[in-house]
């Protein structure tokens, strides 16, 4: 009886943390298992409507953009939607002063004047299958943990190599449930992606930093591609002799809008969620990584702002990379607090407790699981000064462009300093190395990255345990006594890495004694004294104690499905393709406030503020507002709606996902979260987390009426109802 008793409770107290019907990411092949339930909230689709490996379905109107977005294809002649986010990058690399589409748009009027994208890629999902067992054929579950994944990895590498001979395919393994289970992945990837339309940032990044993770929005934010294949159709480097790929599948665009309740479903590759780590866990993430990450990237951005308000030149130069700083910046801020606010540590100490009862209730059972979250935290308090160290190596020493830049170089110097030097050698990395230093010069602002120098540094020598830190650097500490300003300086003057010319004419002649004077410059001193402390101190210690952790998490992640066999659990994130489902919904984050689930340009007029960048309003865009010029993208009050918010699980990654309606037709580009939500990548809350998304009429609406460029409006296939 006594048993019994016990098991209810822990169901009571596990349940919650998995329970609502909008969580989860789902892979493909868990639609069987979930269509019944989305059926329920509004789907009109069937499982292979979306996921088919015989004929056309939703996904292969999805792709995988670049390495970190997800974009949706809305024509027959490879037309693709993404956020502008996602192609910020891409619209930097082809702005300049003279053709600054970055802060004017691009918008190109026929096929001849799209924009190549060296380097950008696409990925379709050919298909997935489940290869558990393939992966675990001949791996006793009584060896060690290092033979255990020695015997995973070469059947994973066998099973790579099977899948796509003769096919021109890629191929990927990944572990689900840290290592429970095992799928592959067959993707066929595209090269050739050109830029065919973009909004000025003022519309495309409206709201700025300011407005990033959080609601109300009002911004544009979406990017148009083109991609291009072989004249059979088939993945193809660039070339002016490719044409425009014709997709299996693309998606029809609804002029419908949305209203509150209405089914959405969000299909894309979310990046990497841990929803089922254990208290010891969430306490590093949340309270000490975090903070730290904050304070290095909270100087940085102040230095960088700081310097893209005084000069035209480094806001181009620095728009991108700012923006990958602050949005992680924010995002941790808010993944603390929502942690906090959502008591997730006492949530998951109940978690915890419930399962320690669970498990002791059986001597089998207490036997596996008994000593689980003991072991746990011993191994986290082991990790955690070599955690912090790291930190201080990425976000400090590394978080200095000149040093970053210095210990890049690391492959040509050791190349020099063997003693038969291959000249042949030395000449193929230079050449590698120029090509990479006129991209770095490119957007590079010295006077910028020394205030940035100084900051950090001193930062360092002040809070880093000096057990930890490099050499190199408590040389140079003994030395400046403090001032750390004069030391920058010097720096910055002897180096060759800051000086363009000098390090060009190297690279132009390398040869052993040429390349030694790189060497033993000390920008590169400084920055292989910290690497050196990383991968010889600190990596090692931190891969050992995260392989023992992952060990626990699969451990842990099996018990408690064991625990719940009742329960499908959905896999964490891990970049390969996800399905989430919820509904239009709006959300209260605080007592007496109350958000609506959509807003309208209205808002961009109220926010508008000549004097802050992020709020300057393009005017084509106030008189298109003004005189309510929104043509056949208006919703049916007569407002332009711009943004709403839903309640689908998603994370980084699903930036640019397509939002379906329940038939399966584009709504809204997925491109944020609510800032009360953040914490959904380690723990999901139905009442706070709300995914934003671009109101696809909006998006139409600058295209068409902002833009006049009615070539792409002809392209797809709208639809009214």
């Keep these: 009886m006594k048993k019994i008793v016990i098991t209810f409770l822990v169901i009571l107290t596990v349940t919650p943390l998995f329970g609502k019907a909008e969580e989860g990411m789902w892979p493909a092949l868990f639609l069987g298992r979930k269509i019944a339930e989305m059926q329920k909230l509004g789907v009109k689709l069937g499982a292979e409507d979306i996921y088919s490996i015989t004929n056309s379905s939703l996904k292969d109107a999805v792709v995988q953009f670049g390495s970190g977005c997800t974009g949706v294809l809305v024509s027959e002649t490879g037309l693709l939607l993404t956020n502008h986010h996602c192609g910020f990058a891409y619209i930097q690399k082809q702005s300049s002063l003279e053709h600054d589409y970055l802060t004017h748009g691009f918008w190109a009027r026929s096929v001849e004047e799209e924009l190549p994208n060296p380097g950008l890629t696409v990925a379709f999902l050919v298909r997935m299958e489940d290869v558990t067992a393939r992966v675990m054929e001949g791996v006793s579950p009584a060896v060690s943990e290092q033979d255990r994944n020695a015997g995973i990895k070469k059947n994973i590498e066998q099973i790579e190599k099977e899948a796509v001979k003769g096919t021109g395919f890629e191929a990927k393994v990944k572990p689900f449930y840290y290592g429970n289970q095992y799928f592959l992945y067959i993707s066929e990837v595209f090269k050739d992606i050109r830029l065919v339309g973009a909004p000025p940032s003022d519309i495309g990044s409206f709201g700025g930093d300011t407005d990033n ?68 866990g969430i306490d590093l993430i949340a309270y000490k990584e975090n903070p730290l990450k904050v304070s290095f990237r909270q100087k940085r951005l102040d230095i960088i702002e700081a310097a893209m308000s005084a000069d035209a030149q480094t806001r181009i130069q620095y728009a991108s990379k700012r923006a990958r700083i602050a949005n992680g910046w924010k995002k941790m801020i808010g993944e603390s607090r929502g942690i906090t606010r959502l008591a997730a540590m006492e949530n998951k100490h109940d978690q915890e407790k419930g399962f320690n009862a669970w498990a002791i209730a059986d001597p089998e059972r207490e036997k596996k699981y008994g000593l689980l979250f003991q072991t746990a935290q011993n191994i986290y308090q082991r990790m955690y000064p ?96 403090g001032n750390w300003e004069e030391f920058v300086n010097g720096l910055f003057s002897a180096s060759i890495f800051a000086d363009s010319s000098r390090l060009f004419k190297i690279l132009s002649e390398p040869g ?39 060990s626990l998490q699969r451990i842990y992640t099996e018990g ?10 959905y896999p964490d994130a891990n970049s390969t393709f996800r399905i989430a489902y919820g509904k239009v919904d709006d959300y209260s984050p605080a007592d007496g406030i109350n958000y609506s689930y959509f807003t309208t340009t209205k ?28 043509g056949q993208y208006a919703d049916k009050d007569g407002t332009m709606h711009v943004a709403f918010t839903a309640s689908n699980h998603t994370t980084g990654g699903n930036s640019g996902s397509p939002v379906l309606d329940g038939n399966g037709r584009l709504i809204g580009l997925n491109f944020d979260r609510n800032w009360e939500g953040t914490m959904s990548d380690l723990q999901y809350d139905p009442d706070q987390c709300r995914n934003i998304v671009l109101d696809i009429r909006y998006c139409l609406f600058i295209i068409d009426r902002f833009a006049g460029d009615q070539r792409l409006i002809d392209e797809m296939k709208l639809v009214k109802e």
Excluded at 397 to 413: M, N, P, R, V
Excluded at 445 to 467: C, F, H, R, W
Excluded at 518 to 538: E, F, H, Q, R, W
Aim: charged share 30%; with cysteine.
């Design 603 to 630: 808002g961009i007029l109220q926010k508008e503020n000549p004097d802050i960048y992020d709020y300057i309003v393009e005017p084509r865009l106030k008189t298109l507002i003004t005189s309510k010029d929104f």
């Design 560 to 569: 408690l499905m064991a625990c719940q066999k009742d329960k499908t659990f």
């Design 213 to 280: 993770w959080a609601w109300p929005r009002h911004t544009g934010d979406f990017s148009v591609f083109r991609i291009y294949a072989s004249k059979e159709n088939k993945p193809a480097e660039y070339s002016k002799d490719n044409v425009p790929y014709k997709p299996k599948k693309y998606l029809s665009v609804s002029l419908k809008g949305v209203e509150k309740g209405d089914f959405t479903m969000v299909l894309g590759f979310p990046g990497t969620t841990r929803e089922y780590l254990t208290s010891y």
């Design 512 to 550: 052993a004694k040429t390349i030694k004077k790189l060497g033993n410059d000390p920008a590169y001193l400084l920055a292989a004294s910290a690497s050196g402390i990383m991968d010889k101190k600190v990596s090692p210690l931190i891969l050992e104690c995260n392989r023992k952790i992952d």
């Design 386 to 481: 070599f955690d912090l160290a790291g930190i201080y190596i990425t976000e400090g020493f590394q978080g200095i462009e000149l040093l970053t830049f210095a210990g890049s170089f690391k492959d040509i110097i050791k190349q020099s300093s063997q003693k038969n030097v291959n000249q042949s050698d030395l000449i193929k990395l230079s050449e590698k190395l120029k090509a990479a230093s006129h991209t770095f010069f490119k957007d590079y602002q010295q006077n910028t990255d020394k205030q940035v120098a100084y900051a950090l540094l001193e930062k360092i020598s002040k809070d880093m345990d000096p057990s930890f830190k490099p050499d190199y650097f408590i040389q140079v500490e003994k030395k400046v006594k």
